[in-house]
């Protein structure tokens, strides 16, 4: 059962690395959109106008990927608790025997 501890708490690592992840993927593009748009304001140049727009549908584009791995970490989490709880019985029942 130790071993199972040990991949539980593994998971956990993971996890918060993974939201780490997300939190500074969603601010570096917000950050990276907001100076976008603020030159796409400055710029007269149509074909420029238009690079420029389709940089920031790119990065919308990875922002929608990013928020899908939020999806991903929320079930990792409620597989985590499940892990858990399931490590609880176990160690209830393996107590139950001796």
């Known amino acids: 059962m130790a071993e199972y501890s040990g991949n539980i708490a593994e998971l ?7 939201d780490g992840y997300i939190s500074k993927m969603h601010q570096e593009i917000a950050a990276m959109n907001a100076k976008s748009r603020e030159s796409l304001g400055r710029v007269r140049d149509g074909a420029v106008s238009g690079a420029i727009n389709d940089f920031i549908d790119s ?4 922002d929608r990927e990013i928020s899908a791995l939020e ?5 990792l989490g409620e597989l985590i608790m499940r892990f858990k709880k399931g490590q609880g ?3 209830g029942y393996s107590g139950k025997r001796r």
């Open 89 to 91: 019985v176990w160690n």
């Open 71 to 75: 999806g991903a970490s929320k079930e």
């Open 59 to 62: 990065y919308d584009e990875i």
């Open 12 to 18: 956990q690592w993971f996890k918060s690395q993974l």
